[in-house]
């Protein structure tokens, strides 16, 4: 099993759709963790972090089950520019740290 | 303005030649990073330091190597040996049990 998994993807949603997608994690000692947007031929960059209680920001919310070790990001109202591949980072603490989902491509079309 | 600086943004390679690509952070942070990206794959894990004069193998350290003699700068050399280096390098770094920053990558390619 991967350590961090994550919906295979490609998602395709009209403009103005909500979509979801979800991740999960194998190291119960897991510590914080971090949603990422890579656009094509670029380097990922920092979308949200993700807390235990939830948050949002704008049309985005990351969830946090400790429990069933798994997070999730709801994009609302997809807009064009959502395009891109969205990368779930997990941070165990330990020397190596940070470890990636392999990544979900999300089109949205006109 | 602080951050992480790769350079160079193309690298051409012939076969059989050793290339070192630059990456330089003046965030301070201790962790550096070196990942691999291949198209429509994820992030591999080259190698990685969390102090200076040191440093640990990652997930695909076969053909890489690396130094790490400043705080602010850790080099990964793409030798001979690493017989399909064609790939997407980014580096990162962390200053502890938060998020990565990014360089902007290196695309190299052998020709």
């Known amino acids: 099993r991967k350590e961090v998994e994550q919906d295979p993807g490609p998602f395709n949603v009209p403009e103005g759709a909500t979509v979801a997608f979800n991740c999960t994690y194998s190291?119960?000692?897991?510590?914080?963790f971090f949603w990422y947007r890579q656009d094509c031929r670029k380097e990922p960059k920092l979308l949200m972090s993700?807390?235990?209680s939830g948050n949002e920001d704008g049309r985005f919310t990351a969830q946090l089950n400790r429990a069933s070790q798994y997070i999730s990001l709801l994009i609302r109202d997809s807009k064009l520019s959502d395009s891109a591949t969205y990368l779930c980072?997990?941070?165990?603490?330990?020397?190596?740290?940070?470890?990636f989902g392999s990544g979900t491509q999300l089109t949205v079309l006109p | 303005d602080g951050g992480i600086t790769q350079s160079p943004k193309y690298l051409f390679r012939k076969e059989g030649q050793n290339v070192t690509l630059s990456c330089e952070q003046n965030?301070?942070?201790?962790?550096m990073y070196w990942y691999r990206q291949d198209p429509g794959q994820g992030l591999r894990l080259i190698y990685y330091?969390?102090?200076?004069?040191?440093?640990q193998k990652g997930d695909i350290a076969e053909g890489y190597s690396v130094s790490r003699e400043k705080k602010e700068s850790f080099p990964l050399t793409v030798t001979s040996a690493q017989k399909n280096p064609t790939a997407f390098y980014l580096c990162?770094?962390?200053?502890?049990?938060?998020?990565?920053?990014f360089g902007q990558g290196t695309r190299l390619t052998v020709v």
């Open positions: 990162a770094s962390t200053p502890g049990n938060t998020e990565a920053f």
């Open positions: 190291n119960s000692a897991s510590q914080s």
């Open positions: 993700v807390y235990s």
């Open positions: 980072v997990v941070n165990n603490g330990s020397a190596r740290q940070l470890t």
């Open positions: 965030l301070n942070h201790d962790a």
């Open positions: 330091s969390q102090i200076v004069n040191d440093f």
